[in-house]
């Protein structure tokens, strides 16, 4: 099945430090997406973004799906922005199911 | 804005015991989503809906677990009986349907079984 690498595992910021996360994928997809896991476990949609770039807010996103990668990058870090980033893929051949990642862990210190 | 809903949030049972979660996607979307998510990993599937027709169970441990949408909207996840293995999160997520289609999730409901 579709392999989906997320690093780094874990990343300790201080307030207002820039940070970018990666995913590696194994396989074409043709849905890409990226959630930020909150305290109490809900998934927050950040972005749908297959291919290109997309921005809002302090955070932008970047898929080169091409070389199978994406990138997700947080400017000027909030205590808030602490928590569990997911990168998730679907692929034709397997569903319309989300293969996530193992998550990349940001703690955001104050 | 429209919210995927779940209930409860929490449930604590002991194993042998029978729990059954609920889910109620975002009106209109065709297509919904059990996920499991046990701790330090992401989610994987358990089963997905096209309307009332199941789509993939492939993951679904089908000695126990037992997932229904019977009009094509809210679902129902049932465990029947709970081991102590089964302690996670069971998140349920909604689509338009078909492919390339953004996933939206529900609160989630936390599990532990003692």
């Known amino acids: 099945g579709i392999q989906v690498e997320q690093s780094p595992p874990d990343l300790i910021l201080q307030e207002g430090a820039n940070s970018t996360l990666r995913c590696n994928f194994s396989?074409?997809?043709?849905?890409l997406q990226w959630f930020h896991q909150n305290p109490w476990g809900q998934l927050i949609n950040l972005f749908y973004?297959?291919?290109g770039t997309k921005q809002n807010g302090r955070l932008s996103a970047t898929t080169v799906a091409t070389e199978r990668y994406s990138l997700l990058y947080i400017s000027s870090s909030q205590t808030t922005d602490s928590g569990v980033y997911f990168c998730?893929?679907?692929?034709?051949?397997?569903?319309?199911?989300?293969?996530f990642g193992a998550g990349t862990i940001l703690r955001v210190k104050s | 804005e429209a919210e995927v809903a779940q209930s409860p949030r929490y449930k604590i049972t002991e194993k042998s015991q029978a729990v059954a979660f609920w889910c109620d996607p975002i009106?209109?979307?065709?297509?919904l989503y059990w996920y499991r998510q046990i701790l330090g990993q992401g989610p994987e599937l358990l089963v997905q809906?096209?309307?009332?027709?199941?789509?993939?169970d492939s993951q679904l441990p089908k000695d126990r677990f037992s997932a229904e949408r019977l009009k094509g909207v809210d679902s129902t996840l049932k465990i029947q009986p709970a081991e102590l293995g089964d302690s996670a999160m069971y998140l349920c997520?909604?689509?338009?349907?078909?492919?390339?289609?953004?996933?939206?999730f529900g609160p989630g409901t936390r599990l532990t079984v003692t």
């Open positions: 997520a909604s689509s338009l349907g078909g492919y390339s289609y953004e996933q939206y």
């Open positions: 396989d074409s997809v043709n849905n």
């Open positions: 973004i297959p291919s």
């Open positions: 998730a893929v679907e692929v034709r051949e397997y569903g319309n199911k989300l293969v």
């Open positions: 009106s209109g979307h065709a297509t």
């Open positions: 809906f096209q309307d009332e027709s199941v789509v993939d």
